[in-house]
């Protein structure tokens, strides 16, 4: 198994300073592997990155709400994240999620995604192939079934090519869709990218959102990441109010020394200057997408 570079240990704020109750719609937590063992087959593992470390990279960005994603790296069993949305939480209201992995939705009963329920997940990932969950068939429907059951949303990992081809198992449902990394379009072919058309296409739509993250790993031009700036901006356009942001952290599968998640923030303000847009993206969407309870704006 490759090893993979561990996030910045040195997380700055943003320059411009995030409305109260932004959220981070998507991050993982890992380890430590003496008490979260790594699920046989595995395709990665990485480097400890705990919640109370999220908790503190949180607190640094003014990120007050998060949503905590099943890595693969554990599968369908999710104690990692059930320690961490209950010492994330604590006995305050409820700032922070959960998303699951969907081989759960395969492998577990009713009386574990009832758990997972009553903790705060909402929604189940569909991961790329190559990182060694996938499903026939007659798998795939069932998933989908439970997931309509449980009335939680579908989130879906583009394939490292683009995520055209992907959505074909995904455009005929009425569930909230959200599909990750912007599609993982291609900035350099602007328009003519078939996984932007795609996404522009279902944008068209009610039940689709999508995710402002992995500019990163998209852009060929590398920090500051200016290429990317115009694709976040299209889908923005395209869907203002189904839009959400997500660090990513600590970045798994990084050949490449990650980002600083304050720059990265900081890359978020030049997709959506305006200080509504930006709202909308931190605050707003993300309440009404994962259900985070109401509550008043009072900065910490």
């Not at 190559?130 to 079934?145: H, K, N, T, Y």
């Not at 920090?223 to 694709?231: H, I, K, M, Q, S």
Request: one cysteine or more; glycine letters at 8%; aromatic letters at 8%.
């Amino acid at each position: 198994m490759p090893d993979y570079l561990p996030f910045d240990p040195h997380p700055r704020a943003p320059a411009r300073p995030l409305p109260p109750l932004s959220c981070d719609s998507q991050f993982h937590v890992f380890g430590p592997r003496e008490r979260y063992p790594v699920r046989a087959g595995a395709a990665y593992e990485m480097p400890t990155a705990t919640w109370q470390v999220a908790q503190r990279l949180h607190a640094t960005l003014g990120v007050q709400r998060g949503v905590i994603v099943q890595a693969t790296t554990y599968g369908a069993d999710h104690q990692v994240v059930l320690d961490a949305l209950a010492g994330l939480n604590g006995d305050g209201p409820r700032r922070y999620m959960g998303c699951a992995n969907a081989a759960v939705l395969i492998e577990k009963d009713d009386a574990y995604l009832q758990q997972l329920h009553a903790a705060g997940v909402r929604g189940a990932r569909f991961t790329r192939g190559g990182l060694g969950i996938s499903f026939g068939p007659a798998e795939m429907d069932r998933a989908l079934a439970r997931v309509r059951e449980l009335g939680w949303y579908v989130k879906v990992q583009p394939e490292p090519t683009g995520v055209a081809e992907q959505m074909k198992a995904f455009a005929h449902l009425d569930v909230p869709v959200l599909v990750d990394h912007m599609g993982r379009a291609d900035p350099a072919a602007g328009e003519a990218d078939a996984s932007l058309r795609c996404l522009l296409d279902l944008l068209e739509r009610g039940n689709v959102w999508v995710m402002l993250s992995l500019s990163e790993k998209l852009s060929h031009a590398g920090e500051p990441w200016d290429d990317v700036v115009p694709l976040a901006r299209r889908l923005i356009v395209a869907a203002p109010e189904r839009c959400v942001w997500g660090s990513d952290w600590p970045h798994p599968v990084s050949v490449k020394q990650p980002p600083n998640e304050g720059a990265l923030l900081d890359l978020l303000t030049r997709f959506a200057p305006e200080e509504a847009t930006l709202r909308r993206i931190l605050v707003d969407n993300p309440a009404a997408f994962f259900g985070f309870e109401a509550e008043p704006e009072v900065a910490e």
